[in-house]
């Protein structure tokens, strides 16, 4: 059975640092795009994140750029988010997800395997 799960998620204050993992099970993670995707209470899940199976391809969402930096492990078949400089708009449930194939997916219907999510809280 394929799986990813989230983890690492949590409450940190404005300006802090998280790192979040994406682990998988039952596939290989090498022949995968991996994408990070969040939901803000109220809001549309967005993709912020995604790495290419080989790590050699990021993107970012104009709202993370600069501050998250997405990078993957095959060997230990996670792929991880590194979130610095965070921000109370940055509250919300992470999601990691797969798409089979080596580039990052043009569509976010695309990615067809999802995790449970880990909440992120920015607060003072």
């Known amino acids: 059975q394929l799986q990813l799960v989230e983890s690492g998620g949590g409450l940190v204050q404005p300006g802090g640092s998280l790192r979040l993992s994406c682990a998988a099970s039952?596939?290989?993670?090498?022949?995968?795009?991996i994408g990070w995707f969040r939901q803000a209470p109220g809001k549309e899940r967005e993709e912020i994140s995604c790495i290419s199976s080989s790590g050699g391809s990021t993107n970012y969402a104009d709202s993370v750029k600069g501050r998250f930096t997405i990078s993957r492990d095959n060997a230990k078949n996670t792929v991880y988010l590194q979130m610095n400089s965070l921000k109370p708009e940055d509250t919300g449930v992470y999601y990691c997800?797969?798409?089979?194939?080596?580039?990052?997916?043009?569509?976010?219907?695309?990615?067809?395997?999802w995790g449970q999510g880990t909440q992120v809280t920015v607060s003072s």
């Open positions: 039952g596939f290989t993670l090498a022949y995968y795009a």
């Open positions: 997800t797969s798409e089979a194939g080596p580039s990052c997916p043009i569509y976010s219907y695309e990615y067809d395997n």
